[in-house]
């Protein structure tokens, strides 16, 4: 199975996602590869405690070095196809030939993660037109939703099968569109909620995943949790009563949302019509009583995303 970790904005956590997806899947007992194909600002090596890689995916797809000798072992025993640093080297890149490769990968391992360049340009299309399953990283902002929307839209139009959005760096705020908001504005189900966590910035400085070093932390049970989703051995419990107050207020919010949208979600298709007095005095998580659902302006906003996606199209 070959994944792609995408996110259309950049510093979302797609780099940070591949690394502890790809140690959590190997140490549920998978085969797991994963590949650096963000060619142009490559670091996922740097995840990873790789120091000194002379053998990069670039001199793979320069018809160097065969794929399968050109792989680094991880302490977990997962396997890595590294960039390059170097900004020479990236020029040039024959990105077609990643495809070929990548099917090679594919044959030898369960899972073959790839991270993948920031934007919607060829770069990152790349990743998506490799891949069996998208995995979509975004953050609980707009901006970064906004972002997630274009690269979704894409990734449809290519007929992926996109598994799901992984929510990273959730702080549980007030302020942060809900988990319901999202999966309505893209369509697409938030299969992960990966909390902001320090014990991911002091694992990137120790070049080890949270998931190896940190197994304990919030993060990592998150990553965990992820990994199981993935591989089928987790389902997602119910939501418990107390939310269902909400989803009616969230509903109604909603709904003027879900005519911009092809389909419905799953989820916000279900939300029941408890009495809103049932939440008096409860605190969910993240929720909002001065508003909840997405505003004019948000819907607005994917109009234009939309009407500009199908203007490229047009273009190209
Ligand atoms: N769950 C998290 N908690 C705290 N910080 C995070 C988390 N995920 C990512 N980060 C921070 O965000 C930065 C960017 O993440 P990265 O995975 O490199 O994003 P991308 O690959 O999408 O550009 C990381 O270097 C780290 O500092
Ligand atoms: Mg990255």
């Given at each position: 199975m070959i994944i792609s970790i995408v996110s259309g904005k950049g510093g979302a956590g797609k780099t940070t996602t591949a690394a502890n997806l790809g140690v959590a899947l190997q140490k549920l007992g998978k085969k797991v590869?994963?590949?650096d194909a963000n060619i142009t600002t490559s670091n996922l090596g740097l995840h990873l405690g790789l120091v000194h890689y002379p053998v990069t995916l670039h001199e793979v797809?320069?018809?160097r070095f065969p794929v399968l000798?050109?792989?680094?072992?991880?302490?977990?025993?997962?396997?890595?196809?590294?960039?390059s640093l170097s900004l020479e080297v990236s020029k040039n890149i024959r990105l077609d030939s990643i495809r070929r490769n990548l099917e090679i990968l594919g044959r030898k391992f369960d899972y073959v993660i790839i991270d993948s360049a920031p934007g919607i340009e060829k770069e990152a299309m790349t990743a998506i037109e490799v891949?069996?399953?998208i995995l979509v990283v975004t953050n609980p902002e707009l901006p970064a939703i906004t972002d997630a929307i274009k690269i979704i839209e894409l990734a449809k139009k290519e007929r992926k099968t996109i598994k799901g959005i992984v929510l990273n760096k959730v702080f549980d705020r007030r302020f942060e569109p809900l988990t319901e908001e999202i999966e309505s504005?893209?369509?697409v189900p938030v299969i992960a909620e990966i909390p902001f966590d320090m014990n991911v910035l002091?694992?990137?400085?120790?070049?080890?995943?949270?998931?190896s070093g940190r197994r304990n932390s919030p993060a990592a049970k998150a990553f965990f949790r992820l990994s199981e989703r993935i591989t089928g051995d987790y389902e997602e419990a119910?939501?418990?009563d107390i939310f269902s107050g909400i989803g009616s207020l969230i509903f109604s919010q909603l709904r003027k949302i879900s005519d911009y949208l092809s389909a419905k979600s799953a989820r916000s298709a279900v939300v029941s019509k408890e009495p809103e007095e049932k939440t008096k005095g409860k605190t969910p998580s993240r929720?909002?009583?001065?508003?909840?659902?997405?505003?004019d302006f948000e819907s607005e906003l994917k109009k234009q995303i939309l009407k500009k996606l199908r203007e490229r199209e047009s273009a190209e």
């Open positions: 590869c994963v590949v797809l320069k018809n000798d050109s792989l680094y072992i991880h302490e977990s025993g997962m396997r890595v196809l590294p960039g891949a069996e399953e504005v893209t369509n002091e694992s990137i400085a120790d070049k080890s995943p949270v998931v119910a939501a418990p929720f909002r009583e001065e508003k909840g659902g997405f505003s």
